[in-house]
């Protein structure tokens, strides 16, 4: 079946502008997260969706950045007044329930803020 | 908070050869570990899941073991082929929502 789809592939933005970057998880799976890996602090966690809520956002860097989940599918992350430091490859992942099974990752978005 | 050390951060070997990865986590209450692998500029591929109550998972030349009280987890490859070059991450979770706490990586090499 199909994976975990993300788009776009590739994002350029100037600085303080607003990005969206998209998920679709794979069908049925409950579990939604979102990871950042930069060259800096190498991969780490964002949010955590259960369904089209988000029990745990402990990842997100700042108010500049949030997320939502509609039909228990597809998620947005949206990013405004993007700074440099935003740069990165923004991974998501879905996985069938939270509790013991794999994640399931997409091919991520790289975000370049010029 | 959950920190992960991978051993050794770079390694290169003559194909054929066996090998094993290590990583270390410092919080052993993880319902799961998972190993990954990430080629340049991809995603991260799922190799194995290893849950709590298991103490090892193989899938073809791949065999990873945890050992949750003491915070270890190797990554055992067997006869390894250039195609195996890439990064390996070991993941394991962090807290009630299975978020997961990655390692820096190992970066392996395999030279035909």
């Known amino acids: 079946g199909a994976g975990v789809s993300q788009s776009p592939s590739n994002k350029v933005t100037e600085k303080g502008k607003d990005v969206e970057l998209r998920c679709d998880p794979i069908s049925g799976h409950t579990a939604l997260y979102w990871y950042r890996q930069s060259l800096g602090q190498g991969l780490e966690f964002l949010i955590y969706?259960?369904?089209?809520?988000?029990?745990?956002k402990s990842g997100l860097p700042s108010d500049r950045f949030s997320a939502e989940r509609t039909g228990g599918s597809v998620s947005t992350l949206t990013i405004q007044r993007t700074q440099q430091e935003d740069s990165a490859v923004y991974l998501c992942?879905?996985?069938?329930?939270?509790?013991?099974?794999?994640?399931?990752f997409g091919p991520g978005t790289r975000l370049t803020v010029t | 908070k959950q920190e992960v050390t991978q051993i050794p951060a770079a390694l290169s070997v003559p194909e054929g050869e066996n090998l094993v990865l290590n990583c270390s986590f410092t919080?052993?209450?993880?319902?799961?570990l998972q190993w990954f692998r990430q080629d340049p500029g991809k995603g991260l591929t799922s190799l194995l899941l290893i849950q709590s109550s298991q103490r090892e998972q193989t899938s073809g030349r791949l065999n990873a073991s945890l050992d949750k009280s003491s915070g270890r987890s190797t990554l055992y490859i067997a006869a390894s082929q250039p195609g195996d070059s890439a990064t390996y991450l070991c993941?394991?979770?962090?807290?009630?929502?299975?978020?997961?706490?990655f390692g820096t990586g190992t970066l392996l090499a395999v030279q035909p």
């Open positions: 993941a394991p979770d962090g807290g009630a929502t299975n978020k997961l706490i």
């Open positions: 919080d052993s209450a993880i319902y799961n």
């Open positions: 992942a879905s996985s069938p329930d939270r509790a013991t099974y794999e994640q399931y």
């Open positions: 969706f259960q369904g089209n809520s988000a029990p745990d």
